[in-house]
Every structure is written in structure tokens, then in C-alpha cells.
């Protein structure tokens, strides 16, 4: 089993920044793939950004291209979302995800909230 735990979420204004983290424990794997997502009520989960375990591959949604940056340390066992610019519509919960095996995510945190005020 793996245990993810996010943090670093709260209430910021619009423009700010904020850092979650989300840090893993417990079962570990060759090669893996960590994702952040969001979700608002009423709507589903929505991928926001990925990093493969050796950090040299990111994907971004369109939404936080240039905004967001995904970034992870091995020794700590931790992936970081770093959110500058942030925009009311970025307001969620935010979830890390394991996909350990390429073929889906199935480990997850319990979510930390982001909320941005304008």
C-alpha cells in the first residue's frame, strides 16, 4: 500500500501563490508517474499536472501552463505543486495521485483545499 498525504493548501488572493506538497510512504515502485489534480463540487476530478518519477517528463493542463510547476524529491519522498498567479477559477481540492504501473492512478491523497479570492 502507499500512503499519500497533501498540504499547503488555503485561502489566498488572487494573484498569490501557494505550494502544496504531498508526501508518500509506504510501498515503493521502479518506475511511477505522480499527478495533481482538482476538483470542484458537482464536477469531476480534472488532471492538472504530471511528473514522471525520474522528474524529467512534466505534462501541464492548459489552464496552468506557465503558472504551475510540478516538481518532486526522491530523497524526500515528496511531489510539490508550486501555484503562482493564482486565479479565483483555481479554487478546488486538490488531490496527488499515484500511477504506478502506467496504466492508471490508484493511490490517492485525501486532498487539501485551495481557495482564491478576487
Known amino acids: 500500500q502507499v500512503q499519500l498525504v497533501e498540504s499547503g493548501g488555503g485561502l489566498v488572493q488572487a494573484g498569490g501563490s501557494l505550494r502544496l506538497s504531498c508526501a508518500a510512504s509506504?510501498?515503493?515502485?521502479?518506475?511511477?508517474?505522480m499527478g495533481w489534480f482538482r476538483q470542484i463540487p458537482g464536477k469531476e476530478r480534472d488532471l492538472v499536472a504530471t511528473?514522471?518519477?525520474?522528474?524529467?517528463?512534466?505534462y501541464y493542463v492548459d489552464s496552468v501552463k506557465g503558472r504551475f510547476t510540478i516538481s518532486r524529491d526522491n530523497a524526500k519522498n515528496t511531489v510539490y505543486l508550486q501555484m503562482n498567479s493564482l486565479k479565483p477559477e483555481d479554487t478546488a481540492v486538490y488531490y496527488c495521485?499515484?500511477?504506478?504501473?502506467?496504466?492508471?492512478?490508484?493511490?490517492w491523497g485525501q486532498g487539501t483545499q485551495v481557495t482564491v479570492s478576487s
Open positions: 495521485a499515484v500511477d504506478p504501473y502506467g496504466n492508471g492512478y490508484r493511490y
Open positions: 509506504g510501498r515503493t515502485f521502479s518506475s511511477y508517474t
Open positions: 511528473i514522471r518519477w525520474n522528474g524529467g517528463n512534466t
